[in-house]
Protein backbone atom coordinates (compact mmCIF):
# COMPACT_ATOMS: atom_id res chain seq x y z
CA UNK A 1 0.00 0.00 0.00
CA UNK A 2 0.76 3.30 -0.30
CA UNK A 3 0.57 4.19 3.27
CA UNK A 4 -1.21 7.63 2.63
CA UNK A 5 0.82 8.74 0.52
CA UNK A 6 -0.40 9.66 -3.30
CA UNK A 7 2.12 7.48 -5.06
CA UNK A 8 4.99 4.69 -4.02
CA UNK A 9 7.60 6.73 -4.96
CA UNK A 10 6.63 10.08 -2.22
CA UNK A 11 6.09 6.93 0.16
CA UNK A 12 9.52 5.29 -0.53
CA UNK A 13 11.42 8.82 -0.23
CA UNK A 14 9.71 8.92 3.42
CA UNK A 15 10.51 4.94 4.11
CA UNK A 16 14.60 6.13 3.88
CA UNK A 17 15.04 6.97 7.19
CA UNK A 18 13.96 3.44 8.20
CA UNK A 19 15.69 1.64 5.65
CA UNK A 20 19.03 3.24 6.89
CA UNK A 21 17.92 2.00 10.33
CA UNK A 22 17.07 -1.13 9.35
CA UNK A 23 20.19 -1.89 7.41
CA UNK A 24 22.33 -0.86 9.80
CA UNK A 25 20.81 -1.34 12.93
CA UNK A 26 20.00 -5.18 12.52
CA UNK A 27 23.80 -5.87 11.83
CA UNK A 28 25.37 -4.07 15.17
CA UNK A 29 25.81 -6.39 18.24
CA UNK A 30 25.57 -5.22 21.73
CA UNK A 31 29.66 -3.72 21.16
CA UNK A 32 28.07 -1.88 18.09
CA UNK A 33 30.33 -4.13 15.69
CA UNK A 34 29.16 -4.97 12.52
CA UNK A 35 28.33 -8.51 11.15
CA UNK A 36 27.99 -9.30 8.06
CA UNK A 37 26.12 -12.58 8.46
CA UNK A 38 25.80 -13.63 4.99
CA UNK A 39 29.77 -12.66 3.92
CA UNK A 40 32.49 -15.11 4.98
CA UNK A 41 34.98 -13.30 3.68
CA UNK A 42 38.10 -13.60 6.60
CA UNK A 43 40.85 -11.76 6.88
CA UNK A 44 43.25 -14.19 5.12
CA UNK A 45 40.55 -13.59 2.20
CA UNK A 46 40.65 -9.81 2.22
CA UNK A 47 43.88 -9.79 2.16
CA UNK A 48 44.96 -11.81 -0.66
CA UNK A 49 42.38 -9.20 -3.13
CA UNK A 50 44.34 -6.86 -4.86
CA UNK A 51 41.67 -5.49 -6.83
CA UNK A 52 37.97 -4.80 -6.58
CA UNK A 53 35.26 -4.45 -9.28
CA UNK A 54 31.45 -2.61 -8.62
CA UNK A 55 29.13 -3.58 -11.34
CA UNK A 56 25.65 -2.87 -11.61
CA UNK A 57 23.07 -0.78 -13.97
CA UNK A 58 21.38 2.97 -13.72
CA UNK A 59 20.82 3.82 -9.63
CA UNK A 60 22.93 0.81 -8.80
CA UNK A 61 26.22 1.78 -10.45
CA UNK A 62 25.75 5.59 -9.04
CA UNK A 63 25.53 3.38 -5.49
CA UNK A 64 28.99 1.97 -6.69
CA UNK A 65 30.59 5.17 -7.02
CA UNK A 66 30.18 6.19 -3.54
CA UNK A 67 30.97 2.44 -3.02
CA UNK A 68 34.32 2.83 -4.47
CA UNK A 69 35.04 6.33 -2.23
CA UNK A 70 33.98 4.25 0.47
CA UNK A 71 36.17 1.38 -0.15
CA UNK A 72 39.29 3.16 -1.56
CA UNK A 73 39.23 5.59 1.74
CA UNK A 74 38.74 3.33 4.20
CA UNK A 75 40.00 -0.04 3.45
CA UNK A 76 42.50 0.86 0.84
CA UNK A 77 41.81 -1.17 -2.11
CA UNK A 78 41.66 -0.38 -5.69
CA UNK A 79 38.00 -0.05 -6.89
CA UNK A 80 36.74 0.08 -10.64
CA UNK A 81 33.19 1.24 -11.18
CA UNK A 82 31.72 -0.31 -14.53
CA UNK A 83 28.10 -1.15 -15.75
CA UNK A 84 27.31 -4.16 -16.25
CA UNK A 85 26.41 -4.58 -20.32
CA UNK A 86 29.94 -2.55 -20.92
CA UNK A 87 31.49 -5.01 -18.02
CA UNK A 88 30.18 -8.45 -19.56
CA UNK A 89 31.24 -7.55 -23.20
CA UNK A 90 34.59 -6.41 -21.97
CA UNK A 91 37.77 -8.35 -21.76
CA UNK A 92 37.93 -7.29 -17.45
CA UNK A 93 41.08 -7.93 -15.84
CA UNK A 94 40.14 -10.71 -13.08
CA UNK A 95 42.19 -13.40 -11.52
CA UNK A 96 41.12 -15.25 -8.28
CA UNK A 97 42.17 -12.20 -6.24
CA UNK A 98 39.38 -10.14 -7.76
CA UNK A 99 36.75 -9.11 -5.68
CA UNK A 100 33.37 -8.21 -7.82
CA UNK A 101 30.25 -6.62 -6.20
CA UNK A 102 27.23 -5.99 -7.88
CA UNK A 103 24.60 -4.19 -6.92
CA UNK A 104 21.11 -4.78 -8.07
CA UNK A 105 17.86 -3.81 -6.16
CA UNK A 106 15.58 -6.60 -8.48
CA UNK A 107 18.49 -8.82 -8.26
CA UNK A 108 16.87 -9.86 -11.65
CA UNK A 109 18.96 -7.17 -14.08
CA UNK A 110 20.00 -9.43 -16.70
CA UNK A 111 23.15 -7.49 -18.04
CA UNK A 112 24.10 -7.77 -14.04
CA UNK A 113 23.82 -11.51 -13.99
CA UNK A 114 25.90 -12.21 -16.88
CA UNK A 115 28.33 -9.75 -15.37
CA UNK A 116 28.70 -11.75 -12.00
CA UNK A 117 28.77 -15.23 -14.50
CA UNK A 118 31.39 -13.93 -16.45
CA UNK A 119 33.70 -12.85 -13.47
CA UNK A 120 32.90 -16.34 -11.44
CA UNK A 121 34.47 -18.13 -15.02
CA UNK A 122 37.40 -16.06 -14.27
CA UNK A 123 37.68 -17.04 -10.88
CA UNK A 124 36.75 -14.37 -8.94
CA UNK A 125 35.01 -14.13 -5.53
CA UNK A 126 31.27 -12.43 -6.26
CA UNK A 127 29.40 -10.31 -3.55
CA UNK A 128 25.95 -9.20 -4.37
CA UNK A 129 24.45 -6.17 -2.39
CA UNK A 130 20.56 -7.08 -3.23
CA UNK A 131 17.23 -5.64 -1.58
CA UNK A 132 15.28 -9.10 -2.67
CA UNK A 133 16.12 -12.56 -0.75
CA UNK A 134 16.35 -15.42 -3.09
CA UNK A 135 16.73 -13.22 -6.19
CA UNK A 136 18.95 -14.75 -9.32
CA UNK A 137 21.82 -12.08 -8.06
CA UNK A 138 21.24 -13.56 -4.52
CA UNK A 139 21.39 -17.12 -5.87
CA UNK A 140 24.28 -16.68 -8.02
CA UNK A 141 27.17 -14.92 -5.67
CA UNK A 142 29.24 -16.20 -2.85
CA UNK A 143 28.40 -13.67 -0.61
CA UNK A 144 25.34 -11.80 -0.16
CA UNK A 145 24.79 -8.50 1.51
CA UNK A 146 20.92 -7.84 1.67
CA UNK A 147 19.79 -4.25 2.02
CA UNK A 148 16.40 -4.38 4.51
CA UNK A 149 14.98 -1.54 2.31
CA UNK A 150 11.19 -3.09 1.77
CA UNK A 151 9.90 -3.73 -1.52
CA UNK A 152 10.27 -0.61 -4.00
CA UNK A 153 7.42 -0.67 -6.32
CA UNK A 154 8.29 2.96 -8.17
CA UNK A 155 10.29 2.86 -10.85
CA UNK A 156 12.53 5.65 -10.00
CA UNK A 157 15.13 4.00 -7.52
CA UNK A 158 15.24 6.05 -4.01
CA UNK A 159 15.14 3.98 -0.63
CA UNK A 160 17.11 1.14 -2.61
CA UNK A 161 19.79 3.77 -3.48
CA UNK A 162 19.83 4.78 0.37
CA UNK A 163 20.06 1.44 1.88
CA UNK A 164 23.11 0.33 -1.09
CA UNK A 165 24.86 2.89 0.13
CA UNK A 166 24.19 2.61 3.69
CA UNK A 167 25.88 -1.66 2.65
CA UNK A 168 29.01 0.09 1.14
CA UNK A 169 29.72 2.23 4.13
CA UNK A 170 29.67 -1.12 6.12
CA UNK A 171 30.94 -3.23 3.94
CA UNK A 172 34.01 -0.95 3.97
CA UNK A 173 34.17 0.12 7.26
CA UNK A 174 34.01 -4.30 8.07
CA UNK A 175 36.73 -4.47 5.51
CA UNK A 176 38.62 -1.39 7.08
CA UNK A 177 38.58 -3.51 10.14
CA UNK A 178 39.38 -6.63 9.20
CA UNK A 179 42.41 -5.20 7.46
CA UNK A 180 43.61 -3.16 10.60
CA UNK A 181 43.21 0.03 7.91
CA UNK A 182 40.89 2.36 10.59
CA UNK A 183 41.23 2.34 14.35
CA UNK A 184 38.17 0.92 16.65
CA UNK A 185 37.49 4.60 17.48
CA UNK A 186 37.48 5.60 13.97
CA UNK A 187 35.03 2.59 13.20
CA UNK A 188 32.83 3.31 16.06
CA UNK A 189 32.65 7.40 14.74
CA UNK A 190 31.74 6.31 11.45
CA UNK A 191 29.00 3.51 12.99
CA UNK A 192 27.23 6.36 14.81
CA UNK A 193 27.52 8.62 12.08
CA UNK A 194 25.66 6.54 9.89
CA UNK A 195 22.95 5.99 12.28
CA UNK A 196 22.63 9.66 12.82
CA UNK A 197 21.69 9.97 8.82
CA UNK A 198 18.35 8.61 9.75
CA UNK A 199 17.29 11.64 11.31
CA UNK A 200 18.72 14.12 9.31
CA UNK A 201 17.00 12.70 6.14
CA UNK A 202 14.02 13.13 8.40
CA UNK A 203 14.91 16.68 8.62
CA UNK A 204 15.33 17.43 4.90
CA UNK A 205 12.19 15.69 4.29
CA UNK A 206 10.25 18.56 6.91
CA UNK A 207 11.59 20.91 3.92
CA UNK A 208 9.63 19.68 1.17
CA UNK A 209 7.45 22.29 0.55
CA UNK A 210 10.59 25.04 -0.21
CA UNK A 211 11.85 22.10 -2.41
CA UNK A 212 8.46 22.21 -4.27
CA UNK A 213 8.46 25.77 -5.12
CA UNK A 214 11.88 25.24 -6.79
CA UNK A 215 10.54 22.29 -8.52
CA UNK A 216 7.80 24.75 -9.72
CA UNK A 217 10.57 27.12 -11.09
CA UNK A 218 11.76 24.57 -13.67
CA UNK A 219 9.22 22.44 -14.61
CA UNK A 220 8.87 24.34 -18.05
CA UNK A 221 12.47 24.18 -19.11
CA UNK A 222 13.14 21.76 -22.01
CA UNK A 223 16.72 20.58 -19.78
CA UNK A 224 18.50 20.99 -17.00
CA UNK A 225 21.71 20.32 -16.05
CA UNK A 226 23.41 19.06 -12.71
CA UNK A 227 27.18 19.96 -11.86
CA UNK A 228 29.52 18.40 -9.07
CA UNK A 229 32.83 17.63 -8.30
CA UNK A 230 34.60 14.05 -6.57
CA UNK A 231 31.70 12.56 -4.45
CA UNK A 232 29.30 15.53 -5.67
CA UNK A 233 29.47 14.33 -9.32
CA UNK A 234 27.86 10.73 -8.30
CA UNK A 235 24.83 12.87 -6.59
CA UNK A 236 25.10 15.20 -9.54
CA UNK A 237 24.56 11.91 -11.93
CA UNK A 238 21.94 10.35 -9.40
CA UNK A 239 20.20 13.17 -9.61
CA UNK A 240 20.14 13.82 -13.49
CA UNK A 241 19.06 10.23 -13.64
CA UNK A 242 16.35 10.27 -11.82
CA UNK A 243 15.10 13.88 -13.08
CA UNK A 244 15.03 12.48 -16.57
CA UNK A 245 13.29 9.09 -16.13
CA UNK A 246 10.60 10.85 -14.46
CA UNK A 247 10.03 14.22 -16.14
CA UNK A 248 11.26 13.38 -19.67
CA UNK A 249 13.43 16.33 -19.38
CA UNK A 250 16.50 16.40 -21.26
CA UNK A 251 18.98 16.29 -18.59
CA UNK A 252 22.85 15.74 -17.80
CA UNK A 253 25.17 15.58 -14.80
CA UNK A 254 28.83 16.91 -15.70
CA UNK A 255 32.05 16.95 -13.36
CA UNK A 256 32.09 20.85 -12.66
CA UNK A 257 35.95 20.35 -13.94
CA UNK A 258 35.00 19.99 -17.31
CA UNK A 259 32.46 22.35 -18.01
CA UNK A 260 35.07 24.72 -20.05
CA UNK A 261 35.94 21.28 -21.74
CA UNK A 262 33.03 21.81 -23.96
CA UNK A 263 29.39 21.34 -22.03
CA UNK A 264 29.47 25.12 -20.98
CA UNK A 265 28.57 25.48 -24.56
CA UNK A 266 24.80 24.88 -23.75
CA UNK A 267 24.58 27.07 -21.07
CA UNK A 268 21.78 29.75 -22.25
CA UNK A 269 19.29 32.28 -20.75
CA UNK A 270 17.43 31.05 -17.48
CA UNK A 271 18.95 27.07 -18.49
CA UNK A 272 18.66 25.53 -14.94
CA UNK A 273 21.75 24.22 -13.63
CA UNK A 274 21.95 22.36 -9.65
CA UNK A 275 25.11 22.41 -8.37
CA UNK A 276 26.02 20.17 -5.60
CA UNK A 277 28.15 21.78 -3.21
CA UNK A 278 29.02 19.57 -0.16
CA UNK A 279 32.55 18.66 -0.22
CA UNK A 280 34.81 21.00 1.57
CA UNK A 281 37.90 20.28 0.02
CA UNK A 282 35.95 21.27 -3.57
CA UNK A 283 33.83 24.26 -2.44
CA UNK A 284 36.20 26.72 -3.50
CA UNK A 285 36.03 25.57 -6.89
CA UNK A 286 32.54 24.99 -7.57
CA UNK A 287 31.59 28.31 -6.38
CA UNK A 288 34.06 29.84 -9.61
CA UNK A 289 32.17 27.32 -11.56
CA UNK A 290 28.32 28.28 -10.48
CA UNK A 291 29.54 32.03 -11.19
CA UNK A 292 31.22 30.97 -14.67
CA UNK A 293 27.45 29.26 -15.66
CA UNK A 294 25.53 32.19 -14.12
CA UNK A 295 27.76 34.49 -16.49
CA UNK A 296 26.11 32.56 -19.11
CA UNK A 297 22.76 32.73 -17.63
CA UNK A 298 22.07 29.45 -16.09
CA UNK A 299 19.41 29.98 -13.15
CA UNK A 300 21.78 28.20 -10.72
CA UNK A 301 20.00 26.14 -7.64
CA UNK A 302 22.52 25.19 -5.18
CA UNK A 303 22.04 22.00 -2.63
CA UNK A 304 24.93 22.64 0.06
CA UNK A 305 25.54 22.26 4.25
CA UNK A 306 24.13 24.62 6.11
CA UNK A 307 26.01 27.57 7.15
CA UNK A 308 27.49 27.40 3.81
CA UNK A 309 26.51 31.16 2.80
CA UNK A 310 29.08 31.67 0.44
CA UNK A 311 27.15 29.07 -1.69
CA UNK A 312 23.85 31.22 -0.96
CA UNK A 313 25.62 33.97 -2.03
CA UNK A 314 26.19 33.02 -5.62
CA UNK A 315 23.62 30.67 -6.26
CA UNK A 316 19.56 32.08 -7.32
CA UNK A 317 17.70 29.01 -5.53
CA UNK A 318 20.04 27.89 -2.40
CA UNK A 319 19.00 24.19 -0.78
CA UNK A 320 20.54 23.85 3.01
CA UNK A 321 20.76 20.40 4.40
CA UNK A 322 22.36 18.98 6.98
CA UNK A 323 26.01 18.66 7.61
CA UNK A 324 28.16 15.42 8.46
CA UNK A 325 31.05 13.48 7.52
CA UNK A 326 31.98 14.49 3.58
CA UNK A 327 31.76 10.89 2.93
CA UNK A 328 28.59 10.48 3.80
CA UNK A 329 27.44 13.04 2.45
CA UNK A 330 25.42 11.38 -0.39
CA UNK A 331 22.65 9.86 1.24
CA UNK A 332 21.67 13.02 2.76
CA UNK A 333 22.47 15.58 -1.01
CA UNK A 334 20.32 12.78 -3.07
CA UNK A 335 16.91 13.55 -1.08
CA UNK A 336 16.05 16.64 -2.10
CA UNK A 337 16.75 15.97 -6.19
CA UNK A 338 14.42 12.97 -5.31
CA UNK A 339 11.76 15.47 -4.17
CA UNK A 340 12.47 17.90 -6.98
CA UNK A 341 12.32 15.32 -9.63
CA UNK A 342 9.14 13.64 -7.92
CA UNK A 343 7.69 17.23 -7.80
CA UNK A 344 8.81 18.09 -11.25
CA UNK A 345 6.75 14.89 -12.86
CA UNK A 346 3.93 16.09 -11.06
CA UNK A 347 4.12 19.15 -12.20
CA UNK A 348 4.26 18.02 -15.63
CA UNK A 349 1.25 15.67 -15.68
CA UNK A 350 3.57 12.07 -16.05
CA UNK A 351 2.56 8.75 -14.39
CA UNK A 352 5.38 9.31 -11.83
CA UNK A 353 5.14 5.56 -10.74
CA UNK A 354 5.17 4.17 -13.85
CA UNK A 355 7.02 6.78 -16.33
CA UNK A 356 6.38 5.73 -19.80
CA UNK A 357 8.72 3.40 -22.15
CA UNK A 358 11.00 1.86 -18.54
CA UNK A 359 9.86 -1.44 -16.53
CA UNK A 360 10.68 -1.94 -13.05
CA UNK A 361 13.26 -4.74 -13.67
CA UNK A 362 15.03 -4.76 -17.20
CA UNK A 363 15.08 -8.64 -17.17
CA UNK A 364 16.22 -8.79 -21.18
CA UNK A 365 18.99 -7.11 -22.81
O1 LIG B 1 17.09 -3.83 -9.97
P1 LIG B 1 18.38 -3.15 -10.32
O2 LIG B 1 18.97 -2.43 -9.15
O3 LIG B 1 19.39 -4.09 -10.92
O4 LIG B 1 18.02 -2.08 -11.41
C1 LIG B 1 19.02 -1.29 -12.00
C2 LIG B 1 18.42 -0.17 -12.82
O5 LIG B 1 17.58 -0.69 -13.82
C3 LIG B 1 17.63 0.83 -11.98
O6 LIG B 1 18.38 1.36 -10.94
C4 LIG B 1 17.12 1.99 -12.85
O7 LIG B 1 18.20 2.76 -13.30
C5 LIG B 1 16.10 2.82 -12.07
N1 LIG B 1 14.89 3.01 -12.83
C6 LIG B 1 16.64 4.16 -11.66
O8 LIG B 1 15.72 4.90 -10.92
Not at 217 to 234: E, M
Not at 340 to 350: K, T
Request: aromatic share 8%.
Amino acid sequence: SKGGFEHFMMKEIYDQPQAIRDTLLRRLDNNRMIHLDDIKLTKEDLEAITKMYVVACGTASHAGLVGKYAIEKLAKIPVEVDIASEFRYSDPFIDEHTLLIVVSQSGETADTLAAMKLAKSKGARVLAITNVVGSSVAREAHDVFYTWAGPEIAVASTKAYTAQMIAFYMIALDFAYKKGTVTLERYHELIDRIEALAPLVEKILENKEAIKTIAEDIKDTSSAFYLGRGIDYTTAREAALKLKEISYLYTEAFAAGELKHGPIALIDQGTPVLCVVTQKALEEKMISNIKEVKARGAFVIAVTKEGHSEVGKVADDIIYIPETEDLLMPVLSVIPTQLIAYYVSIARGNDVDKPRNLAKSVTVE
